[in-house]
């Protein structure tokens, strides 16, 4: 009796196959399973990483002693640690708050500090602040990339201002000249401090008055007044006698400059009347009445309109009863030209065989065409005076 020998093929084909399969799939399923855990793995290790990153909490706190004397002032550092994490900062940098740049070219703590959870950490940062004056903040850079800061604080020169000065000097300028530029300077006596020591102010306006403050120790000083780079002599102070005047802080704690009013001059007003030079018969037109007030004026004036309306003179072929001005500038300053008035008027019909006509817009020389702002006094105007060429309409 013969074999067959299909179904030994066959057994032995299924034989690969099953070989096949578990000599291939299960080192791929292996190779999947591990693949997945390292990016399990990973995944795990960034998230926990991103939320310690999110819990770092870091408070800092600068304080300082701020003696006049004082020629090391001591400023320090405060890391209050208020997160559940240790936190681990590489490196504390002082920042020009003003110019968003770091102060000096290294950090001022490039050494690694473990701050534990609740833990306070003190640092000195005296080799930082040393000399500089301005607004600074101080920035603390983690391991793990966070940044914290500091509230700004003011410096002068290397030294807390905050609690530096406890008095206020008060400076007042009266009467001062419009367009001069008034310096208060002032010089500490001994070991008396100030800040700052010298301001400049320009006067916008004739006998205006200023009161500007100063920082400052317990001390004397001595506060001089100039006017365009001179010193203020006596002779035009009604008070004080003297130029310095001497201040004692806290006994007095202000220094008041009174000068001698300077009187006010009305000056002439430039008016000028702004119209076309042609238009047709029977056409409604507009023009204007300009001011201009000179620069040499001490005081903003403000315009009389029912004044100007007054003194509007008209003479032609015009309708009657058509003219209508609105008011639009109510002050000048000196310097300044503004429309004041702005008004309308119909050209009347040309009658006969004439084909041209004119009219002629007239303001004549004003007493007040302004009122002085401070002084109450008038300001005068001078006249204008233009032509209009009105022509035929076509066709008629």
């Known amino acids: 009796m013969r074999k067959d020998s299909t179904g030994i093929s066959t057994m032995v084909g299924m034989a690969i196959i099953i070989a096949i399969f578990f000599t291939t799939l299960i080192p791929l399923y292996l190779y999947m399973s591990s693949l997945y855990s390292l990016l399990s793995n990973e995944t795990n290790s960034r998230m926990i990483r991103d939320v310690d990153r999110e819990t770092e909490d870091l408070k800092l706190f600068v304080e300082g002693k701020s003696g006049i004397n004082q020629e090391n002032p001591s400023i320090s550092v405060i890391l209050k640690n208020t997160s559940p994490l240790l936190i681990r900062v590489e490196r504390i940098w002082m920042m020009n708050v003003e110019t968003g740049s770091p102060v000096g070219d290294a950090p001022c703590i490039d050494r690694v500090l473990d701050v534990p959870p609740g833990w306070n950490v003190t640092i000195q940062v005296n080799a930082c602040v040393q000399g500089f004056t301005g607004r600074a903040q101080f920035i603390a850079v983690t391991e793990r990339g966070r940044l ?19 008095y206020t000097l008060t400076v007042s300028v009266i009467n001062m000249k419009r367009g001069s530029e008034y310096t208060i300077d002032i ?37 001089y007044l100039s006017e365009s780079g001179v010193l203020v002599s006596t002779s035009r102070l009604l008070a004080p006698p003297t130029n310095p005047v001497a201040v004692t802080l806290p006994d007095y704690w202000n220094a008041i400059f009174i000068l001698s009013r300077s009187p006010i001059q009305p000056v002439t007003i430039d008016l000028e009347i702004s119209a076309p030079t042609r238009v047709l018969e029977g056409q409604s037109f507009q023009f204007q009445i300009i001011l201009s007030l000179p620069a040499q004026a001490d005081e903003d004036v403000r315009v009389n309109h029912d004044r100007i309306i007054q003194a509007i003179r008209i003479s032609g072929d015009y309708e009657q009863n058509t003219l209508q001005c609105l008011p639009i500038a109510e002050t000048l300053t000196p310097g300044s030209t503004s429309i004041a008035l702005s008004c309308s008027l119909t050209a009347a019909e040309l009658q006969g065989n004439r084909n041209s006509g004119s009219i002629t817009i007239t303001v004549n020389q004003l007493q007040n065409c302004g009122t002085g702002v401070n002084s109450g006094q008038p300001y005068p105007s001078d006249q204008d005076s233009t032509t209009i060429d009105v022509r035929r309409q076509k066709g008629r």
């Open 148 to 166: 914290f800061g500091s509230e700004p604080i003011d410096l002068l020169r290397g030294r807390i201002i905050s609690g530096l000065f406890p």
């Open 187 to 223: 010089l500490p006596l001994g070991d008396a401090d100030i800040h700052p020591r010298s301001i400049t102010y320009k006067a916008t306006a004739s006998n205006e008055n200023i009161s500007l403050s100063f920082g400052a120790t317990a001390g004397t000083f001595l506060v």
